[in-house]
């Protein structure tokens, strides 16, 4: 629990592959066996506007440039996180979050080569400084995790589709975060057994309740 709210907000991070949803619905399903309300969210999409705004940043079939992406994302955080998060965190519930602004740092500032303290600073802007109680962020290698993503035999979105040495570059990112905030960061081997991975981030989630 934070002294800024009665709620706790966990999110989860890590290259597309790296189990993130898997992850979030086993926390989910532990915290809710414990009494917990939980509110699973992600970013883009958790709102009604940011539905439309995810149909775009990873859907739209042509050209959406580097900063318009940014922006795109950046507006999508700004709603999310007013109308949906700071609410339930507010009514004490423990707001599990698939992406956040890590992600932004990670793919736009990383990823498409735009600056990452400025892509940092715009997410904090549209959010009001929020930040996260904790982070949980699931490494894979990219060869790994696009081997993974084959063997769904699904569309890949506009970001899942881009060549590994993108997707390098952005694990690199996260890394980096990771390093330099290692009070809020969990940082766990995505090939690790699932229940293994969720195994460390209950231990981690367990004294904050």
């Known amino acids: 629990m934070s002294p800024e709210h009665p709620g706790l907000w966990v999110t989860l991070e890590g290259g597309d592959g ?11 399903e532990w915290l809710g066996a414990q009494g917990r ?3 699973h969210t992600r970013e883009p999409g958790g709102s009604e506007v940011g539905v439309l ?15 318009a992406e940014a922006l ?8 999310h996180v007013a109308t949906v998060v700071r ?24 990823g498409r080569v735009l600056d990452p303290v400025e892509i940092r600073d715009l997410s904090l802007w549209a959010a ?31 970001l899942e589709a881009e060549k590994v040495d993108f997707h390098t570059r ?5 890394l980096g ?24 981030i209950r231990s981690r989630v367990a004294p904050l309740l």
């Open 18 to 28: 790296s189990g993130k949803t898997t992850q979030a619905a086993l926390l989910s």
């Open 128 to 158: 009001e400084d929020a930040l996260p109680d904790v982070t949980v962020l699931l490494d894979i290698d990219p060869a790994a995790a696009r081997r993974r993503m084959d063997a769904e035999d699904r569309p890949f979105d506009r």
């Open 177 to 200: 975060l990771a390093d330099a905030e290692p009070e809020r960061f969990l940082v766990v081997d995505a090939a690790l057994a699932p229940d293994e991975i969720a195994e460390r």
């Open 87 to 110: 609410p339930a965190l507010a009514r004490g519930e423990v707001v599990i979050q698939d992406r956040y602004l890590d992600s932004s740092v990670a793919y736009q500032g990383s």
């Open 170 to 174: 952005v694990r690199e990112a996260y």
């Open 53 to 67: 705004i995810r149909n775009i940043v990873l859907h739209h079939r042509g050209e959406v440039v580097p900063r």
């Open 37 to 39: 309300t939980v509110l």
């Open 72 to 79: 795109l994302y950046a507006a999508d955080r700004a709603h």
